[in-house]
């Protein structure tokens, strides 16, 4: 059966010469704008494309030149079919690329032999050489000026959503702010209360005052470091992430970081080993708090995904100008086709069970924001951070490692780096 493509954005249009050409045998496909019509070409390669001239969006004659630049479809006989009657139209669209043009309203009589008879190879004149030149310049002309309008467009947009942005970035870390202050309160205040030998109880004496205690401050806590995710996040997306600059010793802040989290590793019998090869390594310029939170961020995260008994290796060497680390786990691993997710915004591995008799069986969770949050640092201070992986397996726990390079001695561009140095 022979096909043809009617691209077409008027619905009553296009039931008629659905209709008429359908009880003539063809097999007739509708697209209702330029988009849809190059799609559709692409896929079905129809025998005829019916074309209407006045369709929003890219124009009749726009689409045309579209399709005679695709493979396959250079040859395809394209008609206009379109109530665009006035002086030149019709020229216009054979220099376009149709090969035939009809005017609307059709002659349901004559119309169905009209497209038998472009489907055996009948193509409409221009006329003189001249004239067809002429209007190939016009229509060139035309192309250059509908361009030069989406660009102007195009970059109107652009600078409408730069200034939105920005306001949603300033409004979420004014927001942070503002909820950081009454939580430092609520948090100083709870210190104070577990502190106090005269409330009864203890952090492991379910039910008591003591352990309700413990319970909202650990709420608290994890509220803060949701909304420090959410601040750093927008702060890295609006170049708003200022860095101190002065020697970190990245032994002694993984040294702090393990240190932090060994309460998380005994509830989940994760032994964190550190490698000899991190005592040896030089200073690297940089903000040690920020530095602090990127692998803080990483090591949390790999004791989320290992089981019980498992195992995390963190270790460095030296190569060259740049100092290598590397956070190896033994757990659940990383789907090869997700490796290059893990980093972005809102990522979370779902659907993961720990097995092996696992006290704690993680099914995802979190904003997904840790791992953003610290490539964002990395990059910061111009090094890279990336990760590998065997694949996922619930079984075997073939692991995945994270890999950071940071530069020895190398200064970076920083707002507040610039303002320290000044003073």
Not at 55 to 66: A, M, P, Q, S
Not at 321 to 342: A, F, Q
């Amino acid at each position: 059966m022979t096909k043809i493509l009617y691209v077409e954005d008027t619905p009553h249009s296009q039931m008629l010469v659905q209709r008429i050409l359908t009880a003539e045998g063809f097999d007739v496909t509708i697209a209702a704008d330029g988009i849809e019509a190059i799609e559709k070409a692409r896929r079905s390669r129809p025998d005829l494309i019916l074309m209407d001239i006045n369709i929003g969006g890219l124009d009749g004659y726009e689409v045309t030149t579209r399709l005679r630049t695709l493979g396959g479809l250079e040859n395809i006989p394209i008609v206009a079919l379109t109530a665009a009657t006035t002086a030149g139209d019709r020229e216009r669209a054979l220099v376009a690329g149709c090969n035939g043009y009809i005017a609307k309203p059709i002659d349901v009589d004559v119309f169905p032999n009209q497209v038998r008879s472009y489907l055996i190879g009948m193509e409409d004149e221009i006329g003189t050489p001249e004239e067809k030149a002429e209007y190939l310049l016009e229509y060139n002309q035309r192309l250059v000026m509908r361009l030069e309008e989406k660009v102007r467009e195009l970059e109107k947009a652009n600078r409408e959503l730069q200034r939105v942005e920005k306001m949603k970035s300033d409004f979420v870390i004014l927001a942070g702010h503002e909820l950081r202050t009454p939580l430092t309160v609520v948090y100083g205040y709870l210190q104070i209360l577990m502190a106090d030998r005269a409330i009864p109880g203890s952090a492991d004496d379910d039910g008591s005052p003591q352990y309700l205690l413990h319970k909202v401050s650990d709420a608290v806590e994890r509220l803060s470091q949701v909304i420090q995710d959410i601040l750093n996040v927008s702060m890295i997306d609006a170049n708003r992430l200022d860095l101190a600059h002065e020697p970190v010793f990245l032994n002694s802040v993984i040294q702090s970081v393990t240190h932090n989290l060994r309460s998380v590793g005994p509830q989940r019998e994760v032994i964190i080993e550190l490698g000899s090869g991190l005592r040896k390594l030089p200073p690297v310029e940089g903000d040690p708090r920020r530095l602090h939170q990127a692998l803080w961020n990483v090591v949390s995260n790999a004791i989320k995904y290992t089981p019980d008994e498992g195992t995390i290796l963190i270790d460095g060497e030296v190569i060259e100008d740049t100092v290598h680390l590397w956070i190896k786990d033994s757990g659940v691993g990383i789907p090869p086709d997700e490796l290059h997710n893990i980093f972005s915004r809102f990522y979370v591995l779902e659907d993961v069970a720990l097995h092996r008799s696992s006290k704690t069986a993680f099914k995802g969770g979190g904003l997904g924001l840790g791992l953003a949050v610290s490539k964002g640092i990395i990059e910061a201070h111009e090094g890279k951070i990336w990760a590998e992986s065997e694949g996922r397996d619930e079984v075997r726990y073939p692991g995945s490692t994270i890999h950071v390079l940071l530069p020895v001695g190398k200064p970076f561009a920083s707002t507040l780096g610039k303002a320290k140095a000044a003073s």
